[in-house]
Nanobody, 123 residues
């Protein structure tokens, strides 16, 4: 059974930093990507940043470019989200997600999710 467990959330003032961690347990046979999503109150869940299993960063949301970075430690099955220069609009629940390759038509899809960790940025 695959489980993703996030940690590192909390409260911080605007301009500060936080680092989230996500430990993945269990085996994903055709893992292709790891990523972080977030969901703010009253908004849809959005992809923040992702990284391919080859280590190449796949995507960033425009709102976090230059401020957030993603990294992974494959030996420890852990993925990190470093968040710098935090803004009040970064306040959200952050979810770790793992994707697996489905087929040539469906491609790589996020199928596994953590329970989320709250990040609150105050002015």
């Amino acid at each position: 059974q695959v489980q993703l467990v996030e940690s590192g959330g909390g409260s911080v003032q605007a301009g500060g930093s936080l680092k989230l961690s996500c430990i993945v347990s269990g085996y994903i046979a055709r893992k292709c990507v790891m990523g972080w999503y977030r969901q703010a109150p009253g908004k849809e869940r959005e992809l923040v940043i992702s990284i391919g299993t080859d280590g190449a960063t796949a995507t960033w949301a425009d709102a976090v470019k230059g401020r957030f970075t993603i990294s992974q430690d494959n030996d420890k099955n852990t993925v990190f989200l470093q968040m710098n220069s935090l803004k009040t609009e970064d306040t959200a629940i952050y979810y770790c997600a793992a994707g697996e390759y489905i087929s040539s038509n469906a491609g790589c899809q996020f199928n596994y999710w953590g329970q989320g960790t709250q990040v609150t940025v105050s002015s």
